[in-house]
């Protein structure tokens, strides 16, 4: 992880791969709270849960009265709320091919447009992307933009499955004191 701190307060685009349930989330968490961003939100984003037809006003927000059932207050946005912190686009391997050009322009401008307004917004942030996806097939599937890969995958850092962990015992341990099974008096049998 010190390599990956390095290149999160470097403000290089780190992506994160590995299978389901790895600890690819846990990971950019705690690389956010000992990076220098740790004073701004940890902003999560899961690309593939998100209705296609949402992606776009939760992203980049809008403003009041935009669209039909738009509040009247209007939305700040993920982007937004990430400035100053980190944002973490979850199974970004499976976002649409039309909002990966809006977001490759965000990331090559560092600025926003809510929908339906004309206010240019500058926005600071880490970006680190996870996917258990395979991008580079994704790319010559034509399912994924090449030049936001190589956008988003400027340090690609591979989580191997626990199974595959020499030290799991240690790491389940380690979890639980953190998590508080100690101080309540919980402990675990070795098995």
């Not at 296609?52 to 927000?61: A, H, P, V, Y």
């Not at 669209?67 to 912190?85: H, L, M, P, W």
């Not at 447009?113 to 004309?118: M, S």
Request: proline share 4%; aromatic share 8%.
């Amino acid at each position: 992880t010190a390599k990956a701190l390095r290149i999160i307060n470097a403000g290089i685009a780190l992506c994160v791969t590995g299978e389901t349930g790895c600890g690819k989330e846990h990971l950019s968490q705690q690389l956010r709270s000992l990076s220098r961003w740790k004073k701004g939100k940890f902003v999560a984003i899961n690309c593939a849960a998100l209705p296609e037809n949402l992606i776009e006003s939760e992203l980049f927000g809008y403003v009041p009265g935009a669209f039909t059932g738009a509040s009247q207050k209007g939305y700040t946005g993920k982007f937004r709320e990430a400035d100053g912190g980190v944002l973490f686009l979850d199974e970004i391997g499976d976002m649409p091919l039309a909002l990966q050009t809006r977001l490759l322009r965000v990331l090559q401008e560092k600025k926003v447009t809510p929908l339906g307004g004309n206010t240019v917004y500058p926005v600071e942030f880490a970006l680190v992307c996870a996917t258990h996806q395979d991008l580079a097939l994704r790319v010559q599937q034509g399912l994924f933009r090449e030049d936001l890969c190589y956008r988003i995958q400027e340090f690609h850092l591979r989580i191997p499955p626990l199974r595959q962990w020499p030290h799991i015992d240690r790491f389940i341990l380690r979890l639980w004191h953190e998590l508080g099974g100690v101080a309540r008096q919980i402990a675990l049998t070795h098995e």
